[in-house]
């Protein structure tokens, strides 16, 4: 599959209601934009095998809470997916198929293991947008928290103190924290991940394309508009920078945002020669 085509079929589950968004087959395609012999059925079909092995070592136990308990270990120990500790920033981490082939990726997309497996069970696993860390809920009432990094359930304190160790001794735990994220939220923070590793590589050409397929998901978002406009920068694509700080004086309704790329904008119109 080529990189148009791949953007091509993400675009098509952009534009779907949130519910509609299959999220396997959406994350492959981003890394399907980045290998062009990423072979998604291949892929979906591992998902499906992982799936029909904990039937199998499990035959399908009545009671929801026994499964709940069970996925999670077994995705962990018995699959053997973790974090990987040792390589934590490496693209591939963030790329669905690299963490089916090497069992090791990072907490969001060890998450997306969870909940696609979970989904093929008819178990109950969403995501969670902890700050800094994604986290899996299995269940609904009393559920589980799991770090998918390092497969551990985690109890209240457990939340606090990973806070902390993020954001800082003063942090607390609020309850929207621990709030199911939707499909295309976690496509946005897969994207962003990528995004701030290649940004820091200064890869202004896979920046783009993060950014760009975050704005097929929120349109909206100024802010991906902003950082669009600084990679054309870095590009040297002066006029297209220019012309997107002004696409975001004229569209967004955030001051924040707007006094940011009014200021790129100001900069950029006095560095320009003048042609007398």
């Known amino acids: 599959m080529d990189k148009i085509e791949a953007r091509t079929r993400f675009t098509e589950f952009a534009q779907l209601p949130d519910d509609d968004v299959k999220l396997d087959e959406a994350a492959l395609l981003i890394a399907a934009e980045n290998d062009a012999d990423v072979d998604i059925d291949n892929y979906l079909g591992k998902l499906d095998a992982i799936a029909e092995r904990f039937e199998q070592a499990f035959s399908r136990p009545n009671a929801l809470g026994v499964s709940v308990s069970s996925l999670a270990a077994f995705i962990h120990q018995h699959e053997g997916f973790s974090g990987n500790v040792s390589n934590y920033y490496a693209p591939e981490n963030s790329y669905l198929n690299r963490v089916l082939d090497t069992h090791y990726g990072i907490p969001i997309s060890l998450a997306l293991v969870h909940i696609c497996i979970g989904m093929r069970l008819n178990i109950p696993v969403s995501g969670i947008n902890f700050p800094g860390h994604f986290l899996v809920k299995y269940g609904r009432e009393k559920a589980l928290i799991v770090d998918p ?114 200021q790129r904008l100001l900069a950029l119109q006095s560095s320009s020669p003048t042609i007398h």
């Open 149 to 262: 990094f390092s497969g551990r359930v985690l109890s209240e304190p457990d939340c606090a103190n990973l806070l902390r160790q993020i954001a800082g001794a003063r942090a607390v735990v609020q309850p929207h924290y621990f709030d199911a994220a939707d499909n295309k939220s976690i496509l946005l923070r897969m994207l962003d991940n990528l995004k701030q590793i290649f940004w820091r590589n200064r890869d202004w050409d896979e920046s783009q394309r993060c950014i760009e397929r975050q704005l097929l998901l929120r349109p909206d978002q100024g802010e991906f508009n902003v950082q669009l406009g600084a990679v054309f920068e870095m590009q040297g694509k002066i006029m297209l920078a220019q012309h997107t700080y002004a696409g975001v004086l004229s569209r967004s309704h955030d001051d924040t945002i707007r006094e940011l790329a009014s």
